[in-house]
């Protein structure tokens, strides 16, 4: 078992997400420049700083955490698992079985939808939303409105990456969000 480095040595999560993640040209579709996360995920030191960085920041201010499909629940599950606190998926449309809400919206690529199951957390709960990587602010914006028209509360947002010169931070004006790391779009 190889000792933890002191704190002198430690790098710190934007540090890793900044070395870590891979760019990829031209996927999903061409002109699209896709920040994979993979590689930082896939680092466990990397992941941890995530996590902890992720769960610290909103301390205390919720108490469940949703992530949304699929690389959200990565991050939603670690971070409800380390915080000891509810866990919510937001999933793709068509996904989830029985009563659900349903929010579609834009992507820089396309559009799509999200679901959520209602009558998951009491009335007023205070919920925490995680995903990867903010973009435009679809996917965000479809979990906020999904966590509000369930009779929930947003707590805030919470993202590993965010993508400068895109209208995602300014569509979720008025909201708690926070990003790990930033690059440009």
């Known amino acids: 078992m190889s000792a933890r480095p002191n ?3 430690m790098t710190t999560a934007t540090q890793y997400v900044d070395r870590l993640t891979a760019t990829i040209p031209d996927f999903p579709t061409p002109g699209i420049l896709f920040r994979d996360l993979t590689p930082v995920f896939a680092d466990a030191d990397a992941f941890r700083a995530i996590i902890d960085e992720l769960g ?3 301390a205390g201010r919720f108490d469940a955490v949703a992530g949304v499909e699929a690389r ?3 991050l939603a599950a670690a971070v409800a698992y380390a915080t000891h606190t509810r866990l919510v998926p937001i999933r ?5 079985p029985g009563e659900v809400l349903r929010e579609d919206y834009g992507l820089e690529y396309g559009a799509a939808a999200l679901e959520l199951r209602t ?3 009491p009335a007023g709960t205070r919920v925490l939303i995680l995903d990867d990587v903010l973009a435009t602010g ?3 914006g479809a979990a906020v409105n999904l966590i509000e028209r369930a009779g929930y509360t947003v707590a805030g947002l919470g993202l590993v990456l ?4 895109l209208p995602g931070r300014a569509s979720l004006a008025g ?4 990003s790990i790391a930033t690059a440009p779009a």
């Open 7 to 9: 704190e002198d040595q």
């Open 56 to 58: 610290e920041h909103f």
């Open 72 to 74: 959200g629940f990565l």
């Open 92 to 96: 793709k449309a068509g996904k989830l």
């Open 119 to 121: 009558e998951q957390l």
């Open 138 to 140: 679809g996917s965000c």
């Open 162 to 165: 965010e993508l400068e010169g």
């Open 175 to 178: 909201r708690d969000v926070f």
